[in-house]
C-alpha cells in the first residue's frame, strides 16, 4: 500500500483526495493529515482516517479537538504544521494542497525530506522555481501534477520525447464571465466570481479562474515543470472542460487527454503513477458530449495571460510578484474594496513599481512576496 500525507486536508482539492483514499482503501493508506483551521471536519477525517499524525496550523482549533483524536493519534499545532507534515518520514507521497502561496515551504520541504509531491499547489512552483529545483537535487524528491492541465500535459507527453515537441496548449474554460462586456465585468461581484461553470473549487481559485490569473499562473507552472520557454506555450479557451490540455508535436500531431470534469481522476492517476488503476472518476461517455468548442482568450479584457507571459519572460521574482499581487488584490475584491476588472490594474502596478531581481533563499522570497502585496493594496 501507498503510504500518503495529506497538506490541505479540509479544503476542496484535499476532501477530494480523500475521497479517492475511501473509493480504493486496498491501494492507499493515511498516515499524516494537515489542516488549517477547520478542526470539526479536521476531527472527523482523523477518525475515519486514524492517521500516525495529525497537524493544524490553527493552534486554537487544535486545542478544540485535544483529547478527542482517536488513540494514537499524535496532534501537533503550529505555523509550521503543514511543513512538519510534508516531512513525516513514514509516508512515500505527499499531496500539497495547500492553497496559494503558503503550500511553497511545504513543498521544499517535502522535496528535501526525498518524497514524491502530488502537487495541487501552483503558486509555490511559480514563485519559487529555482528553489524547488534546489529542494529536488538535495533530497531526490520528486513532482507529479494533479491540476487538470498540467496532470493532461504530463500524460499526453508520454506520447513522444521532449525534443520532439512543438508546443504546449493549455484549456481554459474561460470562467462564467468570458462573453461579458467590459461594463458588465466592472460589475461583477464576488458572489458571483465564486459560481464556475463547470468546476466544484474553492473560493479563491474560483475567482482567479473567472479572471483567467488562474491560467496565467498555469503557464508559468507549464513552463517550469515541464522546461518550455514563453513561444512554446499557448491558451485556448475551451468552455465544456473536457479536455484538459494537449501537447502538438513536430509532425503536427496534437495528442490530447479528455474526461469528465473531475478533480479525482488526475489525484488518483498521480498516487498510482507510473501505473494506471481502476477507477469510475472521470468517466465519459462520448456519445453525449455534443459540441466541443475552442477560442482564443479575449487578452483585453482579460489581461491576466499577457502580464503572466510578460512575468516569465522577466524571471527572477516577477512570477512571485505577479502572484503575490494577485493573491492581495482578491482579498481585496473579496471584500468589496475594489472592483473584479481591477485587480488586473493592481497586479500590473505591482510589477511595475518592483524592481526584478534573482531569489537566494527562501527568506528573500517571502521579503518580495509582502513587498508585492503591499504594492498591490496601495497600487
Not at 89 to 116: C, H, M, Q, R, Y
Not at 348 to 364: K, L
Amino acid at each position: 500500500m501507498k503510504k500518503i500525507t495529506v497538506l490541505g486536508s479540509t479544503g476542496s482539492i484535499g476532501t477530494q483526495t480523500l475521497d479517492v483514499v475511501r473509493s480504493h482503501k486496498d491501494e492507499f493508506e493515511v498516515c499524516a493529515i494537515c489542516a488549517g483551521k477547520n478542526a470539526l471536519l479536521a476531527l472527523e477525517q482523523a477518525k475515519e482516517f486514524t492517521p500516525d499524525l495529525m497537524c493544524m496550523e490553527d493552534e486554537a482549533a487544535a486545542l478544540s479537538i485535544r483529547g478527542l483524536l482517536p488513540k494514537g493519534v499524535e496532534l501537533y499545532a503550529g505555523k509550521d504544521a503543514a511543513a512538519v507534515a510534508a516531512r513525516y518520514a513514514a509516508a512515500d507521497t505527499v499531496v500539497n494542497a495547500v492553497s496559494g502561496f503558503a503550500g511553497t515551504l511545504p513543498l521544499i520541504a517535502a522535496l528535501e525530506a526525498g518524497k514524491t509531491v502530488a502537487l495541487a499547489n501552483k503558486e509555490s512552483i511559480v514563485c519559487a522555481h529555482e528553489l524547488v529545483e534546489q529542494a529536488k537535487r538535495k533530497g531526490g524528491g520528486n513532482i507529479i501534477p494533479v491540476d487538470s492541465e498540467q496532470s493532461a500535459i504530463f500524460q499526453c507527453l508520454c506520447a513522444g520525447e521532449k525534443r520532439e515537441v512543438r508546443r504546449l496548449i493549455l484549456t481554459a474554460s474561460g470562467g462564467p464571465f468570458r462573453q461579458f462586456t467590459k461594463e458588465q465585468l466592472d460589475l461583477v461581484t464576488p458572489q458571483m466570481a465564486c459560481h464556475h461553470p463547470t468546476w466544484s473549487m474553492g473560493r479563491k481559485i474560483t475567482i482567479d479562474s473567472a479572471s483567467l490569473f488562474n491560467k496565467g499562473l498555469e503557464i508559468m507552472e507549464a513552463a517550469y515543470l515541464f522546461g518550455m520557454d514563453a513561444e512554446r506555450i499557448s491558451v485556448l479557451v475551451h468552455p465544456q472542460s473536457v479536455v484538459h490540455s494537449m501537447v502538438e508535436y513536430c509532425d503536427s500531431a496534437v495528442i490530447a487527454q479528455l474526461s469528465a470534469p473531475d478533480m479525482r481522476l488526475a489525484i488518483h492517476y498521480a498516487l498510482t503513477y507510473p501505473k494506471r488503476h481502476e477507477s469510475s472518476f472521470g468517466a465519459l461517455d462520448l456519445t453525449k458530449l455534443g459540441m466541443l468548442t475552442f477560442e482564443e482568450p479575449d487578452t483585453e479584457r482579460f489581461r491576466a495571460i499577457p502580464l503572466a507571459y510578460r512575468a516569465l519572460e522577466a524571471g527572477g521574482i516577477m512570477p512571485a510578484v505577479y502572484n503575490g499581487a494577485n493573491e492581495a488584490a482578491v482579498d481585496m475584491f473579496i471584500k468589496g474594496m475594489i472592483r473584479f476588472t481591477d485587480i488586473a490594474d493592481h497586479v500590473e502596478r505591482a510589477m511595475d513599481s518592483i524592481a526584478n531581481a534573482a531569489v537566494g533563499s527562501f527568506e528573500e522570497l517571502l521579503e518580495y512576496d509582502a513587498m508585492a502585496r503591499m504594492a498591490a493594496v496601495k497600487g
